[in-house]
């Protein structure tokens, strides 16, 4: 009985191993983050689109050092090109939008919201994650 379940142990252990070495599926490529500093009028390509900020829309971010009960959002306004396809978004951070197959997401933005403090428009720098 316990040569049998020894040898039961090793067949499942080798059989755990062999999935983990030969994936029964390709994975898909990883989306890259666009790294900063990605400012207004500043272009950027990834995954064949190119992608430019224009606009701050919303920036509702709960300031550093308050306690907010919303956590808030940051809204921007992008420009997306791809292979002769343009398009305007709205971008809002977390929330994936599609553009030419491609999930399209503001990820990051700073500086971090501060009480009592405007963020002059040069200053924002905004970080995107391009992919499926």
Request: with cysteine; glycine share 8%.
């Amino acid at each position: 009985m316990n040569k049998k379940l020894g040898i039961l142990i090793i067949v499942l252990f080798l059989a755990f191993i062999a999935f983990k070495l030969f994936p029964s599926e390709p994975s898909a490529p990883t989306p890259s983050p666009i790294t900063g500093p990605v400012g207004f009028d500043q272009s950027f390509s990834d995954q064949g689109i190119a992608l430019t900020p224009l606009e701050l829309m919303q920036d509702s971010r709960c300031p550093e050092g308050v306690q907010c009960f919303w956590a808030g959002t940051v809204k921007v306004r992008v420009k997306l090109e791809s292979e002769g396809n343009m398009q305007e978004a709205e971008l809002e951070l977390a929330k994936p939008i599609t553009f030419v197959g491609q999930r399209v997401t503001l990820t990051g933005v700073t500086p971090a919201s501060a009480e009592n403090r405007i963020i002059p428009k040069g200053d924002y720098r905004f970080q995107f994650l391009i992919g499926q």
